[in-house]
Every structure is written in structure tokens, then in C-alpha cells.
């Protein structure tokens, strides 16, 4: 099996970051915490934060993969910034936005 690992996606630009999987699951408990731990790294693509709203959540409990979308306000604009929780983050990310497609389609 592959190991978990904690990605950022900012700008079409997917990072492993330094953090350990176990911290990624103790601050998924407080997103706006989880946020604030790669702050510093997302703010390298799109300058000063104002604002951060957690904009959506996807867990995979089969996979035990996770995506956390926020709506990030910076000196850019409102940016959508993603930290995903898995051992293959691509295919994690798909998943995530067929189900943010079901559920869009499912509402009208």
C-alpha cells in the first residue's frame, strides 16, 4: 500500500508539502488551523492572505483520502487553494471534483 502524504494545490501547481500525515489529520479537525500551517508556502504563488473560507470538504473514507478546498481572498484576487490528503493526489483530486460534479448536478 502507498503512503499518505499532504499536498497543496495552488495556481494548477500540486506540492508535497513538509508535513506528516498525522498532523494533517489532528488540524483537519479545525481547517482554518490546518490552513494557517501552510500559509506561508501558499502565499509563495499569490502573495498576502486576507481572508480564507473553508469552501468545501471531500473524504474518501474507503481510500482514507481527503480534499479540503478553501476560498482564499489575497493581493490576487479570490484564489481556490486545495490540501489533499493521499497517496496518489491526482486520482484523489479527480474524485473530488466528479463528486463536486454529481453534487452540482444532483441540485438542479
Known sequence: MSKHRVYVYVMDILKN???RPEDFLEYSEDPIKLFNEVKDYVKEFIGNVYS???????????????VIEYIVTSSLGSIS???????????TLMKYYIEEETSKNTKQ
Open 52 to 66: 480564507v473560507k473553508v469552501h468545501k470538504i471531500f473524504l474518501d473514507h474507503r481510500m482514507l483520502d481527503g
Open 17 to 19: 508539502i513538509n508535513m
Open 81 to 91: 487553494v486545495k490540501i489533499i490528503y493521499s497517496s496518489n493526489p491526482t486520482k
